[in-house]
């Protein structure tokens, strides 16, 4: 069926770009039918092509700039756009500051809450920060190569200078490309199902240096693994653990379900906040060091803790949030679903000689309901959950404990929002600014603190 719509693909246009979507594009509207193109900014007029019309919008890639913003950054690399390393890249570091900070701002407006969001905490050197690396491995031409899938796709881009990545381990990632291919050890072909290495994963510790090597394969065995071992660990001595996971699926999930350690320990040591971290494979922990040590200060200075207080840390991962509370506190309970990562906070515990936090593995919203059918009271209810949010019963339950304050981080505004209203319902309400924290430079993903306070 043919749509009647103001654009026509492939036709060009001039337009004038109005806004930035939450994942960078920008806005242009011909007879209010938005148009959304890749590397525009607000402010710009650009000449455009339509690529794909839809019901109620459309997508244009950019020809030409006619007018340029006073916020573009010049000759950026186009791969760091195109594969979605760097999105926001071509945009100056303040004016990414502040597009996040209204980012999270408008949407509080738009759900008519009254509250304010400060401007976000960035970094002085905004790249070259990340601690972990996920990269595809691929056959092109012939050659075994390492870099990151074209948006959208599965075409692999090679790159050797991800940018936004610790440079070392950049360089790991390089050294082990190199061994595969020394050992002929095959790439992995989706269309197939065959081959060897799928995923290289390096994780590298900010304050120790030490770095894990995790290889992701196809198949049980990893050919050569005696010498593919040696000579990672020959070339780079900072390895201290190197784990292959085993995925057979034919699916998309990076992970399979069996590690097998091929050398070293389990996991790496890195520290936080003074304590000491043992983080293994799986397990989940902040990619930004420098900025998780201030959003993490900022939201324990936020939950006023003292040493007659119960908190309780939900969605935990290893176990940071929870130790460092820890200190200040008399006992602190984790829950996380991630079975590794709670051996991990147990390990972690012991390694910082602190014995007043219990951990759980779990569901969240379930161990919430659990804890509140058994009376537990605490009087801070620390969180930290994936994007999508919490579970309205974990609300409930947090709801019901009756805490005096709920310690929100966030890594989606959107669903902090949705679930500031279902807390404000119950009573609890955001009486300080929200504080975004930029964790992730260069991309469009934002970091909030909020704190709710129980309303009496
Ligand atoms: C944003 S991370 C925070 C981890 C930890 N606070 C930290 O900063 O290292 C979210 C964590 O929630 C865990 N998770 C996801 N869904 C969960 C659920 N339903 N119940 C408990 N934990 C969950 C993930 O495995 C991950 O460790």
Redesign the pocket.
């Known amino acids: 069926m043919k749509i009647d719509t103001p654009v026509i693909k492939n036709n060009e246009y001039e337009v004038n770009i109005m806004d930035l979507t939450y994942q960078g594009l920008g806005v242009a509207k011909i007879d209010d039918f938005p148009i959304f193109i890749e590397d525009t900014l607000p402010g710009e007029v650009a000449k455009v092509k339509i690529t794909k019309v839809n019901k109620n919008f459309s997508f244009g890639k950019l020809i030409t700039l006619i007018k340029k913003s006073s916020d573009r950054v010049e000759d950026v690399n186009r791969d760091y756009i195109k594969t979605g390393i760097a999105p926001l890249q071509h945009l100056k570091y303040d004016a990414q500051l502040n597009f996040k900070q209204h980012q999270v701002q408008e949407l509080f407006e738009k759900a008519k809450m009254d509250v304010d969001v400060l401007p976000t905490i960035g970094m002085d050197t905004p790249n070259k920060y990340r601690n972990k690396a996920q990269v595809p491995v691929r056959k092109i031409h012939g050659k075994l190569e390492t870099g990151f899938y074209r948006r959208h796709s599965h075409d692999l881009i090679p790159i050797e200078d991800f940018y936004i990545q610790d440079p070392k381990i950049d360089e790991a990632i390089l050294v082990v490309r190199d061994v595969l291919r020394r050992f002929h050890v095959a790439p992995y072909n989706e269309g197939g199902h065959n081959g060897v290495i799928r995923n290289i994963i390096v994780r590298r510790g900010y304050y120790t240096g030490e770095m894990m090597i995790g290889l992701v394969t196809r198949t049980k065995k990893l050919p050569m693994s005696d010498l593919v071992v040696k000579t990672i660990t020959e070339q780079l001595p900072e390895v201290k653990s190197i784990i292959q996971n085993i995925n057979l699926s034919d699916g998309n999930a990076i992970f399979g379900k069996k590690n097998v350690k091929l050398f070293g320990k389990n996991y790496i040591e890195d520290k936080l906040l003074g304590l000491t971290f043992a983080i293994s494979l799986n397990s989940?922990?902040?990619v930004n060091p420098t900025q998780t040590e201030k959003l993490y200060s900022l939201a324990i200075e936020k939950a006023n803790l003292t040493s007659d207080k119960t908190v309780i840390d939900a969605?935990?991962?290893?176990g940071?949030?929870s130790l460092a509370m820890a200190q200040h506190v008399k006992k602190v309970y984790g829950?996380?679903?991630?079975a590794n990562?709670i051996e991990d906070a147990k390990i972690n515990a012991q390694k910082n000689h602190i014995n007043n936090a219990r951990f759980v593995v779990g569901?969240?919203?379930e161990q919430m309901a659990r804890w509140q059918e058994n009376g537990l009271k605490p009087d801070v209810i620390m969180v930290?959950?994936?994007r999508k949010g919490l579970d309205e019963s974990f609300i409930n339950s947090a709801a019901k404990m009756n805490p005096q304050k709920i310690v929100y981080i966030s890594?989606n505004p959107a669903t902090l929002v949705r679930d500031a209203q279902i807390l404000s319902d119950l009573g609890y309400e955001i009486n300080q600014p929200v504080q975004p924290v930029d964790q992730f430079p260069q991309t469009v993903h934002v970091e909030t603190v909020t704190v709710f306070d129980k309303i009496n």
């Open positions: 989940f922990y902040q969605y935990c991962g290893i940071t949030i829950v996380e679903i991630v990562a569901k969240a919203e930290d959950p994936p890594c």
